[in-house]
């Protein structure tokens, strides 16, 4: 196994599009390592650029300790996983399982050895003797992981290997990564767009847009305290409310007279942001103590929890999540408070974290 590195990464394709334009990454040995961004963020073009299907205009990679700039991708000694399985139509399971395998001359016995050992590890020791035509998408989803797995490589890159699963089988196979990276204690590389996905595989995330890292954290980092306006705005469902805030007489204000508590150390001389996450503020009957004037603009019930879009006086209405127990209609005057906690502070210039 090996770790990654990735150093000032940058691509430029000949008609000048700029894929990536500047991305430094770490990835510890043994890390289940999630990029995750909007659509032409740059993830999938870095992805490749590790397994060498892109070739980048400038920067290095490292997989171990072997700069791999100028190695073809068979001799990365890395396995991907795509979006689309990829999977020879006319060969069984067993025979796409152990395709790489005798790609690279294994003895017979060493191929026959491994494939049984990733069939039991993947359950599909009863689908060996189907092709894919027989196969649900879930089904193939999981050969096309064990075809990377049988190599036992360096490294496992996965590029939204889960886009074509329905929600429940999403839920299923990443249950199944997640145990299965823990398992081997495998370097794992996955990329997605899907937030849901990210918080939960992920021993650290990276953020990124318009081809540059935005953050790199943990989960509960990147969620609590967004390094910037566009991570702040990118995580989270509903993502956090953002609303303009002054400094006054020991508290932040919001619109209305929303009263936020500030971080230590805030700047008195610049236009701030706080990031406020739904769950952080409260809908109340109206007049009730520390709560502003504000009006219920639409409620959507998701069973164990109501989402209510607020207006508040402010630029954008707000986001509450509230108990199903708690029920207002829409148009019906309430009152909205802050429940407490530190929120994160912007610079509306700089869109970074000030506090």
Do not use: W
């Not at 509903?238 to 609303?243: A, G, K, Q, T």
């Amino acid at each position: 196994m090996a770790g990654i590195e990735v150093t000032s990464l940058h691509k430029r394709y000949p008609d000048g599009t700029v894929a990536v334009e500047h991305v430094d990454l770490s990835i510890g040995d043994g890390e289940l390592f999630v990029m995750l961004g909007p659509s032409g963020c740059g993830k999938t073009t870095t992805l490749r650029a590790m397994a060498g299907l892109e070739r980048q205009t400038s920067g290095d990679i490292r997989i171990g300790r072997t700069l791999v700039n100028d190695l073809p991708p068979a001799e990365r000694d890395i396995a991907m996983v795509f979006q689309f399985y990829a999977l020879y139509p006319h060969l069984r399971t067993r025979d796409n399982l152990a395709f790489p395998l005798r790609a690279e001359g294994k003895p017979e016995k060493e191929v026959r050895e491994r494939v049984a050992e990733v069939a039991r590890m993947m359950q599909l020791e009863r689908l060996l003797d189907r092709k894919p035509q027989r196969l649900s998408g879930g089904e193939q989803q999981r050969v096309a992981l064990a075809r990377a797995l049988v190599r036992r490589p360096r490294a496992f890159l996965m590029d939204e290997p889960l886009t074509n699963l329905d929600a429940e089988l999403r839920a299923d196979v990443r249950t199944e990564i997640k145990h299965l990276q823990a398992e081997l204690g495998t370097t794992m590389v996955y990329v997605t767009h899907d937030q849901v996905e990210a918080m939960s595989l992920g021993h650290r995330i990276a953020i990124l847009n318009k081809g540059r890292v935005e953050q790199v954290g943990t989960p509960l980092e990147v969620y609590d305290r967004p390094a910037t306006l566009f991570c702040a705005a990118f995580i989270g469902s509903p993502p956090m409310n953002l609303i303009q805030v002054q400094v006054a007489e020991g508290t932040l204000r919001g619109p209305g007279g929303l009263v936020l508590t500030p971080p230590d150390g805030l700047p008195r001389d610049r236009a701030l942001v706080a990031g406020v996450r739904p769950e952080a503020l409260e809908v109340t009957a109206p007049g009730a103590e520390r709560t502003v004037p504000a009006r219920v603009v639409s409620a959507e019930a998701l069973g164990d929890e109501i989402i209510y879009v607020v207006d508040h006086g402010g630029a954008n209405d707000v986001r509450v999540r509230m108990p199903p127990t708690i029920q207002f209609a829409a148009d019906e005057q309430v009152g909205l408070r802050h429940a407490g906690g530190t929120p994160p502070v912007y610079d509306t210039s700089t869109e970074e974290l000030v506090a």
